[in-house]
């Protein structure tokens, strides 16, 4: 049977107006505008080499921000200043304290700074530095590592204090039952009421990599469980993620795995009984990163109220032409998920951080670090909007004279805070950039 | 019935022009993440990439004890040159072997150069000492070195010959193998 000319006609015309309605009229009603971020603001003692802030807000919608600085004690060391190139800066010492303080303006001004570990300490930052949660009273816990007794960083122990009541804290306790094994702590407060800290973990240090260690915590401070594994195989040097749902029965946890071939994709875990026990990690991208090196560059995990799971992170894929920070979607409950989205192409070999986080509107806001058009590391930000497609334009927040990295994001209905690191030489200084969103 | 198509088509293309403006924005924003941001050449001064056959970069940087540590440092013998950090978990499983190759380059007539990256004076200094390291170390404190070899993470060792050539590269972990491999092409004679 022969079509007619007309009919043929008018069937591929239908076709490719049925195609331009579905392509070319999405029912999308992104926002484009850029973001809005007020001036930066230095966090800590600038003679002290602040590093590597973390932020987070208290239930009384108090923003806070936890750093390390130099210890003190070192500021008059005659035989360290010798080795210091910057006349009256405080010497470089190995021992760092974690300082926390507060903003109740939306990061205009800040409280002094209270340290939190009782005893100085090498508190370690990079990809592993100190983290804070608040109870419903905005009771402030905080856990960091330090290196193992023989000073090894990569044999490290996570510490854990919170706040004492008479505006200190408590002294500093090791909470990895196997000492020397333990590195990259988060700390988070579980919506069934306490704490649930997580590590990565070298107690068994052969013939698998690293193991995925959580305990739970009281609200007191006691050990409500021993150190327990829920996974192993993950990369030795890169930060977790973690979110909650269920009022804290179900936990999802992200992790960059590595593979006996050094391939290193992240991979989504899913607990459904309160992180006692996790289902079968989840690829969240299969970018095939091979690399017997340190990546030193974890994911970063949030949930929407729709129930969606956001994830960023950075890979060098199978060639440096993927190399960058990517995104990806789980719109089924972690059952899998969707095409990765680059972010921002690397501009040159390098490393690089990303963070996200959630809006209360389910618009995603990524900060990350890459290299601007002088070399140096800068961070950069973008948002997604709700309908997964929607990008705003990449902006540079930084304008670091040296190199900036590992940005942080906190989020709290319209307010929107970037932290992160700015050195140059051997000094360093934590910036904080704020500003609001439309929710 | 044709007034009805033709109706149809209109309204369909009249539709599509209205919304030509933003579906083109639509389109740029959606493959401009795809498209990234422009790329950047390389580190400033870097004529060659850092691959086997290529000149060695030129790089100037001081060693924790304050003398000079720059390339030219090193002319004259073969280098052993090793990106670490001090955090770095494959960094420390090497180290003893680069210590090792660093306790006889003397007597084998050759020098070895670890390059800390992304790491401070004091953890360097506090690891140096722990590990017994016994050759130069120079701090790549804003990572240009770093760059300019494009390590994407440590540890990386560079076999560079005299002439100042790159000859072998291990990215990863040095093993006694690739480490004789490395020297024998760097023109060490064992």
Known sequence: MKASPTKSLWTTACFLLAGCSAELIPPHRGRITPLSLGPEIQLGDSEANPSTPFLRFAVDGKLYA??????????????????????????????????????????????????????????????????VAFDASNRPYVVWSIPGEKGDKTRANIRFAMADGNGGFTPARTLNEVKDAARFPIIEFSPDGNLLIAWIDRRIDNPKPRQLYLMRIGLDGKALTKNYAVGEGLCECCKLGIAFADGGKTVYMVDRQVNDKQVRNHVLRKSTDGAATFEAPVEISDDGWQVPSCPHSGPSLARDRRGQLHVTWFTLGRSEKDAGIYYGVSKDDGKSFAARQLVHANTAPEILYSTLAVGEDDTVYLAWSNLDGTGKAQIFMRSLAPDGRTWTPIQQLSNAKGNAGRPVLALRKNQLHVAWTETDGEDSRVVLRSGTVDQ | MKTLIVQTIRIRWNTISRLALPIGFAIFF???????????????????????GNPAISFDLQALDGKPAGLTNFRGKPLVMNFFASWCDPCRDEMPLINELASRAAKDGYNV????????????????????????????????????????????TFFIDAQGVIRDIVLGPMTQERAREGLKKAGVAR
């Open chain 2, 30 to 52: 959606a493959l401009e993440p795809a498209t990234g941001w422009p790329q950047h050449d390389h580190p400033a001064g870097q004529s060659f990439p850092p691959v086997a």
């Open chain 1, 66 to 131: 936890i750093w390390t600085e130099d210890e003190s004690g070192q500021k008059n060391n005659p035989s360290s200043l010798s080795a210091h190139q910057h006349s009256g800066k405080m010497a470089p010492s190995p021992l760092r304290n974690a300082l926390l303080a507060a903003s109740s303006d939306g990061g205009k001004t800040w409280s002094a700074s209270k340290q939190v570990n009782s005893g100085a300490e090498a508190v370690q930052g990079e990809e592993n530095g100190p983290k």
């Open chain 2, 113 to 156: 150069l670890g390059i800390a990256v992304e790491d401070g004076r004091a953890a360097v200094t506090e690891f140096a000492k722990e590990a017994k390291l016994v050759f130069p170390i120079a701090l790549d404190l804003n990572s240009t070195v770093k760059r300019a070899y494009r390590v994407f993470g440590p540890p990386a």
